[in-house]
Antibody, heavy 122, light 107 residues
Framework: QVQLQESGPGLVKPSQTLSLTCTVS??????????WTWIRQPAGEGLEWIGR???????NYNPSLKSRITISEDTSKNQFSLNLSSVSAADTAVYYC??????????????WGRGTLVTVSS | DIQMAQSPSSLSASVGDRVTITCRASQNLANYLNWYQQKPGNAPKLLIF???SLQSGVPSRFSGSGSGTDYTLTISSLQPEDFATYYCQQAYNTPRSFGQGTKVEIK
């Protein structure tokens, strides 16, 4: 059974870089037909798509965050990561990693991590 | 970017009620529309994909319908475990986007 687990600092200072890792267990990140995705949710608010990576296939980023985001892969560790630079209090949120899977012609998020709260504060 | 608008933002209902949540997109999604359920402290869970296809393991009281820009999630008979927030999500293009959520509360 494939599972996702986010990890990283829970507290980041303003102007610094937020770095999170998602570890995939029970299956290979290289299995194909999946995008590996980051989504965030500020407290009491809705869901915001940050971006995604297709292993050895490239990335897509939310234009609203594009200048600050890097999503990368480490297939040797079965992990993918998010770096978000120049953070501010507005970046405080629960960050989820998720798997986007295709069925027929539609993609959907069928597997999620439990989420990790990142607070931006000095 | 595609904008998603859900209505209502919240509703109060009783166990056994039929509940309908609406999602409207800023452009035709050609049924590339998914629905999720989120309970407090938990990650979202996929309920419906491709507007009307029930995800494996999801109870049949959940159903989805719609086309073009307008879609609906229906719970035919609300159960205690269904009190949660529901989100629609467009999978037509990137950036992916979600509705603002509909919170279903106990009357």
């Amino acid at each position: 059974q494939v599972q996702l687990q986010e990890s990283g600092p829970g507290l980041v200072k303003p102007s610094q870089t937020l770095s999170l890792t998602c570890t995939v267990s029970g299956g290979s990140i290289n299995s194909g037909s999946h995008y590996w995705t980051w989504i965030r949710q500020p407290a009491g608010e809705g869901l915001e798509w940050i971006g995604r990576i297709y292993i050895r296939g490239g990335t897509n980023y939310n234009p609203s965050l594009k200048s600050r985001i890097t999503i990368s892969e480490d297939t040797s560790k079965n992990q993918f990561s998010l770096n978000l630079s120049s953070v501010s209090a507005a970046d405080t949120a629960v960050y989820y990693c998720a798997r986007e899977t295709i069925s027929g012609s539609i993609w959907y998020f069928d597997l999620w991590g439990r989420g990790t709260l990142v607070t931006v504060s000095s | 970017d595609i904008q998603m608008a859900q209505s209502p933002s919240s509703l109060s209902a009783s166990v056994g009620d039929r509940v309908t949540i609406t999602c409207r997109a800023s452009q035709n999604l050609a049924n590339y529309l998914n629905w999720y359920q989120q309970k407090p402290g938990n990650a979202p869970k996929l309920l419906i994909f491709a507007a009307s296809s029930l995800q494996s393991g999801v109870p049949s009281r959940f159903s989805g319908s719609g086309s073009g820009t307008d879609y609906t999630l229906t719970i035919s008979s609300l159960q205690p475990e269904d009190f949660a927030t529901y989100y629609c999500q467009q999978a037509y293009n990137t950036p992916r986007s979600f509705g603002q959520g509909t919170k279903v509360e106990i009357k």
